[in-house]
């Protein structure tokens, strides 16, 4: 997500710092743990996902949820279980430019109409703004007509099948999801707490990326990562993301699926964005 490290957007975030050119986030994680074996290290590049700043995490998940072991590489989580399965292995891209790309796996068939729960639980709960950003997030997906079809509730309530948006309770701004998986969205979206101090538009901002992750997308510059005034492949040579027919050759900030996000954001997709959005669903 945008120009906060993000994940990714980041899940778990800490400071704000300038960049060269706009306001920085930088999502650390959170308490420090041992480095990640070269097995599991050597997956996550094989994924296509840089292994820099991952780190192990636990996904506490909320009242109800089975605690998940994982490794989180900026904003984007990844369990052991799928990690060393593999099916997070993504295709090689046909240049080297930076365009719009998704991953090998997409959400498909009737799991393509699915409920998007804003958590209102005590333990978890979206802010007003986190509640109002969520629903322009949605808007976002659903006036586009494509084979998506989200529908939003708020409640403490969910099921297996319910992508659930919550707080997390981090400090800094942005957030982290994952991939699809079985053909299902990504189910538990986090927004750190931090991100509440942003304006709507950006919170609307970073919910639209994390939700971006989790219907199959990766950052748009993942080779390179130039929206944080970086110059850094999130994967090795050779190994990336699957290219979206039709979208542009551009290392400009042009997606909402940027790696980093700014302050001055308005939370919308860009034409690049729907390109793409209707290329896959």
């Known amino acids: 997500m945008k120009k906060i490290k993000v994940l990714a957007l980041c899940a778990i975030a800490a400071g704000v710092i300038t960049s060269c050119q706009k306001d920085e986030i930088t999502n650390d994680a959170q308490p420090e743990t041992a480095a990640l074996t070269k097995a599991h290290a050597d997956a996550l590049v094989d994924a296509g996902i840089s292994k820099d700043d991952a780190e192990y995490y ?72 986190m509640r109002t950003a969520l629903q322009w997030a949605v808007n976002n997906y659903n006036r586009l007509n494509t084979s998506l079809n989200l529908s939003l ?33 990504f189910k538990r979206v986090q927004i750190n707490a931090g991100t509440d101090s942003f304006s709507t538009n950006v919170v609307e901002h970073v919910m639209t ?14 080779r390179s990562r130039q929206s944080c005034g970086q110059n850094q492949n999130e994967g090795t ?45």
Request: with cysteine; charged share 15%; proline share 2%.
């Open 58 to 129: 636990t996904m506490e998940g909320l009242p109800g949820d089975a605690a998940v072991q994982g490794v989180k590489s900026g904003d984007i989580f990844v369990s052991l279980s799928e990690l060393t399965s593999g099916v997070h292995k993504l295709g090689v891209a046909d240049d080297g430019v930076n365009k719009q790309y998704r991953t090998n796996n997409l959400v498909t068939g009737s799991n393509r109409s699915f409920r998007v729960v804003g958590y209102t639980g005590s333990c978890c709960a979206l802010t007003s703004k």
């Open 153 to 185: 509730v708020f409640q403490s309530n969910f099921n297996n099948n319910d992508m659930v948006v919550y707080n997390n309770g981090a400090s800094g701004g942005g957030g982290s999801a994952g991939f699809p998986s079985g053909g299902q969205a």
């Open 209 to 222: 990326h994390e939700i971006g992750h989790s219907v199959g997308f990766r950052h748009q510059d993942w």
């Open 237 to 281: 040579a050779g190994v990336g993301a699957i290219l979206i027919n039709g979208t542009p050759s551009s290392d400009r900030a042009d997606s909402i699926m940027l790696a980093c996000f700014g302050s001055g954001e308005d939370g919308e997709f860009t034409s690049t964005d729907v390109t793409a959005l209707n290329a896959l669903y």
